[in-house]
Nanobody, 121 residues
Framework: QVQLVESGGGLVQPGGSLRLSCAAS????????MAWYRQAPGGQRDLVAF???????NYADSVKGRFTISRDYAKTTAYLQMNSLNPEDTAVYYC???????????????WGQGTQVTVSS
């Protein structure tokens, strides 16, 4: 069993910052990519940022220069530092990771439960 547990969401004023965390645990052989997605009310789930096991990163155009994705040394926890937040960033943020639990099957996608981020004055 693999679990992804997110934390760090909440209510913040426009221009403020939040830091999300995603901790992976369980029967993990290897973690490949870790990513953050978000879904606004009535919208689809969109990729915000991802980071590979080698540390390469990629961002959605809407968050470039404001958000930073990183991983800890053990590479089991991913972070999303969000600065200069605006109301359009309001959404449920989901952690996603491609993880191997057995050597004889391909890595699979796992999702966290989501954490609400609300940007409002």
């Amino acid at each position: 069993q693999v679990q992804l547990v997110e934390s760090g969401g909440g209510l913040v004023q426009p221009g403020g910052s939040l830091r999300l965390s995603c901790a992976a645990s369980g029967s993990i052989l290897r973690i490949y990519t870790m990513a953050w997605y978000r879904q606004a009310p009535g919208g689809q789930r969109d990729l915000v940022a991802f980071i590979t096991s080698g540390g390469s990163t990629n961002y959605a155009d809407s968050v470039k220069g404001r958000f930073t994705i990183s991983r800890d040394y053990a590479k089991t926890t991913a972070y999303l530092q969000m600065n200069s937040l605006n109301p359009e960033d309001t959404a449920v943020y989901y952690c996603n990771s491609k993880i191997s639990t057995r050597w004889d099957i391909p890595p699979e996608d796992y999702w966290g439960q989501g954490t609400q981020v609300t940007v409002s004055s």
